[in-house]
């Protein structure tokens, strides 16, 4: 919480169970690029969604591109405050779900810790060819673990959370492939210019995996 800016690519693996019982993985990118206190800009490529989330420490945009044609809407909100401000206001107030968010929230919540029975130190491995510290917690609800790299540069690599007491005990992985400590970020980044043909809209629903849910002909 230290860094006053940086930016992040990362792969995101979610399990979810079918009704048969089946467990599938559905995968998706994300592009972080933030500048403490106060300016954010996230780009998630998923299955259905391509989307990005603005922040300019004002006005929070989400822009929902699709993947297709017929699905370019917008939806903004005001709300003034800092980055962990706006990724409550996605979490809360949208339906977003962003549980690797905390790794990048400047005021970690107290909670979290208090919620830990049990944690274990379980050594170094390698992720991504980088040498990493393995971490163990359990909670009352999910278990998580936590690969951070050893060294100066003390960075999340590897995220999982398993949800222990649903059906098939389905994961939350987060695989982070790059780190920019020192980025040189354009300051027109963070401001949203509605593109052609966009259509602004009062809410865009979520669905169950955290994905906007753009619907051909909403424009």
Request: glycine share 10%; charged share 20%; proline share 5%.
């Amino acid at each position: 919480d230290s860094l006053s800016a940086i930016s992040t690519n990362a792969d995101i693996d979610i399990e979810i169970v079918d009704f048969t019982g089946q467990i599938l993985q559905l995968s998706s990118a994300v592009t972080i690029i933030m500048q403490r206190p106060d300016k954010l800009y996230v780009q998630r490529l998923g299955a259905q969604t391509d989307a990005e989330f603005i922040f300019n420490g004002e006005v929070l945009t989400l822009h929902g591109k699709g993947r297709g044609k017929g699905k370019n809407v917008y939806m903004q909100m005001v709300r003034p405050g800092s980055i962990d401000d706006a990724m409550n206001t996605l979490e809360s107030e949208i339906g977003l779900d962003a549980p690797g968010a905390d790794l990048l929230l400047a005021n970690q919540d107290p909670s979290i810790a208090g919620d830990i029975t049990s944690s274990a130190y379980l050594g170094t491995v390698y992720v991504n060819g980088i040498e990493c510290h393995h971490l163990a917690f359990r909670a009352a609800e999910v278990d998580w673990q936590l690969w951070v790299q050893t060294g100066e540069t003390p960075l999340p690599m590897k995220y999982i959370i398993t949800t222990k007491w649903v059906a098939g005990a389905p994961q939350y992985s987060i695989r982070f492939r790059t780190w920019n400590t020192t980025p040189q970020i354009d300051p027109g980044q963070f401001t949203f210019t509605a593109p052609k043909g966009a259509e602004k809209v009062e809410a865009i629903p979520v669905n169950g995996i955290g994905e906007l849910m753009i619907e051909e002909g909403q424009q």
